[in-house]
């Protein structure tokens, strides 16, 4: 009997052992897909408020753009209805103004640029005796050329004479297809 006590409880353990595994592998997978829900919702709710953003900086950017067309067509009709011209004229001129004292600034710059008068400098140390050395020289070369030394390619020289007209061109094309047509209504007649 004591065998069947301990058979029968070594079944008890062994049924409640098996059944707390099942019942481990069951919560475990049930928390897998629960971390599996709550990521593809973060990722929704993310694409949600991006696209929420998206549309929310549309209307932003639109209304900014109606303002300004706004403002642009109350100032015309205020130039138009003679409101403040003396104003805008005188913005207008005062720009203008602006813009050529930043071109005068410009070449201002431009001429008294470090660049320059490094280059100059240079120039004037390496080429002493040049006639120009005192204006500085960019493209001249400190010595003769001679015309020899750069020759035509072959392939140039006869260009003018091998390459016929567009209009000769032209012409032998159309000579081309008006045999061609002719040459098919023959053969339709036939």
């Known amino acids: 009997m004591k065998k069947s006590y301990a058979l029968l409880l070594f079944g008890v353990v062994f049924t409640a052992v098996n059944a707390m595994m099942l019942q481990q592998w069951k919560i475990n997978k049930l928390n897998a897909q629960v971390k599996l829900a709550e990521m593809r919702a973060d990722i929704n709710t993310e694409w949600t408020n991006e696209l929420l953003s998206i549309r929310m900086n549309d209307i932003h950017d639109l209304t900014k753009d109606q303002l300004i067309a706004q403002g642009r067509v109350e100032g015309v009709v205020s130039y138009l209805n003679g409101d403040d011209r003396d104003v805008l004229d005188n913005l207008w001129h005062e720009g203008y103004v602006r813009g050529l ?80 047509f002719e040459s098919k209504e023959k053969k339709e007649d036939e």
């Not at 470090?114 to 960019?138: I, L, R, T």
């Open 101 to 180: 004292s930043q071109v005068d600034y410009e070449h201002d710059m431009i001429a008294d640029n470090n660049f320059e008068k490094g280059y100059h400098q240079a120039m004037q140390d390496a080429f002493p005796d040049h006639p120009k050395a005192s204006f500085g020289f960019v493209n001249e070369t400190p010595r003769n050329v001679e015309k020899e030394a750069i020759k035509t390619p072959e392939f140039d020289e006869g260009v003018g004479v091998s390459i016929p007209d567009n209009e000769e061109q032209v012409d032998i094309l159309n000579n081309k297809i008006e045999n061609l």
